[in-house]
């Protein structure tokens, strides 16, 4: 593992490195004890391409609504972590790409009846998978918008996955 690291620092070291940070709003569904729900989240990722189209980052994830089904409410409070990303080359300013890492996430789950309301909040770890395109905007050098798909899996019964919209900004 540590000549694995020092090798990966001494490429990049030579490499072309390039920052990004991208900005996302989107919807996500949770799927619990057979109930949907669709809460709404916004997120930002940062990163860096340590060689050519590959490169890690860090994200976080913040909720902006929790979806709602009968008398229960269920949100993601926060989702955190890191992946990889691999990037295809650009065709006319358009690129493919898949995140895979790690996610540590924690759901809130509300109930109202007539005993009176209930909350119960759970943490989970897995991994999280996305792919995504973005279209490299002609007028702004650098910025890009884009859609992506991301699914979190931890092994617990519960779907987590979620489909947004945001803005990336690429240092060049």
Do not use: C, W
């Amino acid at each position: 593992m540590i000549s694995l690291m020092l090798v990966l620092f001494s490429a990049q070291a030579t490499a072309d490195i390039r920052l990004y940070g991208e900005a996302r709003l989107g919807a996500g569904g949770v799927r619990h004890s057979d109930l949907d729900f669709y809460p709404t989240f916004g997120s930002f990722s940062a990163g860096v391409f340590v060689f050519g189209n590959i490169g890690i980052e860090g994200f976080v994830d913040a909720p902006l609504s929790d979806g709602e089904r009968d008398v229960f409410e269920l949100g993601i409070t926060q989702a955190s972590g890191a992946a990889i990303r691999l990037q295809s080359p650009a065709q006319r300013g358009l690129q493919a790409y898949v995140l895979i890492g790690y996610v540590d996430f924690t759901l809130k789950q509300t109930g109202t009846t007539v005993q009176g309301t209930s909350a119960v909040k759970e943490s989970f770890e897995g991994v999280r998978v996305s792919v995504g395109v973005h279209q490299q905007l002609q007028r702004m050098k650098g910025l890009s918008v884009g859609v992506e798909y991301r699914n979190f899996y931890a092994d617990s019964g519960i779907t987590v996955d979620g489909l947004s919209a945001g803005l990336r900004f690429e240092m060049q």
